[in-house]
């Protein structure tokens, strides 16, 4: 639980998504990752879900992350679908500063703990083709010659570079773009941004996660939050002594301040939101909407 003095935001999210099709089609199962991670900052106080047409079955199963997924089945055939999910959490906000790294992995670059490195590898290796290493140079730039840099500075600079060198921008496709088109185009959306982080971390020897979830964009009228509308991404780093600590480099936030996190992947290909299929063609396909809208009911002292 969060000790005395913090303030908790007690958060409200509701993710409503909608397929049309232009005619009756079988739907296959649907895999849905909606329900926030419990831990010592974000405790999930209730959650909904709701369902047209009636699904046949539903079950629940952990993922290779323990990550809380639904899988749901259907029977009837159906000209639209809609999943509308409703959570209530509190949020416990930790802020770069908070968080004590060990004294061993203050500077970069450091070794991580021999009991800890054969759990974290998987998320060490880098994942796409980088023949002339561009990532690997682009986060380079941040490092010191001939000297340690602080691995704090390392990260934030890293994180804050991609917020402020690179444009943000909706795209409709599906996946994400690979970190070379990211670095090269200098446009993508807040999935792009995450995965160009974790590589470039990577390519340093570093640790990095992809995180699904959402944001909460304090004044939607005036704000310069991005993200806000839909479901949002950003990436976490391992660092020894702080454990996994978020970067959203499409907002420049480090540590959790506004992120609902649900789900932690070692790819976003593994973190997609909601996934399924139907028996049918192609063209048989209309639409698809999505909402989400995150609100506050205002900070309260969190108990001793």
Same mark, same amino acid.
């Given at each position: 639980?969060?000790?005395?003095? =913090? ?28 329900? &926030? ?16 047409? #009636? ?11 323990? =990550? ?40 970069? &670059? ?7 490195? &054969?759990?974290?590898?998987? #998320? ?43 444009? @943000? ?31 470039? #971390? ?37 660092? &020894? ?9 499409? =907002? ?25 299929? @139907? ?13 989400? =809208? ?11």
């Amino acid at each position: 639980m969060p000790g005395a003095g =913090n303030i908790v935001t007690i958060f409200s999210v509701r993710h409503i998504t909608d397929y049309q099709y232009k005619r009756p089609v079988k739907l296959g199962e649907h895999r849905l990752m909606f329900r &926030p991670r419990d831990s010592f900052d974000q405790t999930l106080l209730n959650v909904s879900l709701a369902v047209e047409p #009636a699904y046949d079955r539903l079950r629940w199963i952990h993922d290779p992350f323990g =990550n809380c997924v639904a899988l749901l089945s259907f029977k009837a055939k159906t000209a639209s679908l809609r999943f509308e999910s409703n959570i209530r959490l509190d949020h416990t906000p930790h802020a770069a500063l908070d968080f004590p790294i060990d004294a061993a992995a203050m500077d970069y &670059p450091f070794t991580y703990d021999a009991e800890e490195l &054969p759990d974290l590898a998987p #998320a060490m290796a880098r994942h796409f083709d980088d023949p002339g290493d561009l990532v690997g140079a682009f986060a380079r730039q941040f490092l010191h010659r001939g000297q340690p840099t602080r691995t704090s500075s390392l990260l934030m600079s890293l994180c804050y570079m991609i917020h402020d060198s690179f444009a @943000y921008v909706r795209r409709s496709e599906h996946g994400v773009q690979t970190p070379l088109e990211t670095l090269e185009l200098k446009t993508g959306t807040c999935r792009d941004f995450a995965l160009l982080m974790m590589e470039a #971390a990577r390519s340093l020897g570093l640790a990095a996660r992809f995180v699904t979830g959402y944001i909460y964009v304090p004044d939607r009228d005036g704000s310069t939050t991005l993200g806000g509308g839909s479901t949002h991404a950003w990436c976490q780093i391992y660092i &020894p002594g702080a454990g996994w600590v978020e970067f959203d480099p499409t =907002n420049g936030i480090v540590g959790n301040r506004d992120l609902i996190r649900v789900g932690v992947a070692r790819d976003p290909r593994q973190a997609v939101p909601l996934s399924g299929s @139907y028996d049918g063609r192609a063209s048989d396909f209309k639409s698809l909407t999505v909402q989400v =809208n995150v609100t506050s009911d205002g900070d309260e002292a969190a108990p001793s």
